[in-house]
C-alpha cells in the first residue's frame, strides 16, 4: 500500500530519498506497469531493471521514465519546497547550490540548474 510506504519514507528531517524510491515510487511502477513488472521486485533498481530489460515496453516509455538521478533530484526538491520555502516568512530563504536541494550552478557559471541537467549537459 502507497499511503503506509509514503508515511514512512517522509518525517520530520525530511524524505528519505532511498526508501521514498523504493516503497513509494517502486510500488507505483508495479501497480502502473503491472504487466511489465513482477510483484516481487525488490525497490526501484529492481523495478527499472525489467522495466528497461525485461519488459516489452517501447523505447519511447521507457526513455521517458526518469532516471534515478532525476528522480533524486526530484525528491530532493520537493523537500525543498515543503521543508525550507514554505516555511519562511518575512525572511531569507536559505538555497545552498551544493546540489542538497537538487540546485547547482550552470556549467557556464550564469544562473542555476537542477542537478541533474547539469550532468547531462556536462557529459
Not at 519514507?9 to 517502486?26: M, P, Q, R
Not at 526518469?66 to 520537493?78: C, W
Request: charged share 15%; aromatic share 8%.
Amino acid at each position: 500500500m502507497v499511503s503506509a510506504s509514503l508515511l514512512k519514507s517522509v518525517g520530520d528531517g525530511g524524505i528519505n530519498y532511498t526508501l521514498f524510491a523504493d516503497e513509494v515510487i517502486a510500488e507505483l511502477y508495479k501497480s502502473v506497469f503491472a504487466r511489465h513488472v513482477s510483484s516481487s521486485a525488490a525497490g526501484f533498481r529492481a523495478a527499472m531493471n525489467e522495466l528497461t530489460h525485461v519488459s516489452s515496453l517501447s523505447k519511447t516509455t521507457i526513455g521517458r521514465l526518469p532516471s534515478e538521478a532525476q528522480l533524486t533530484t526530484t525528491l530532493k526538491n520537493i523537500n525543498w519546497v515543503v521543508y525550507h520555502y514554505w516555511t519562511v516568512i518575512n525572511g531569507p530563504i536559505h538555497a545552498p547550490l551544493d546540489g542538497s536541494n537538487g540546485f547547482v550552478p550552470a556549467c557556464q557559471g550564469r544562473g542555476v540548474v537542477y542537478e541533474d541537467l547539469r550532468a547531462v549537459k556536462s557529459s
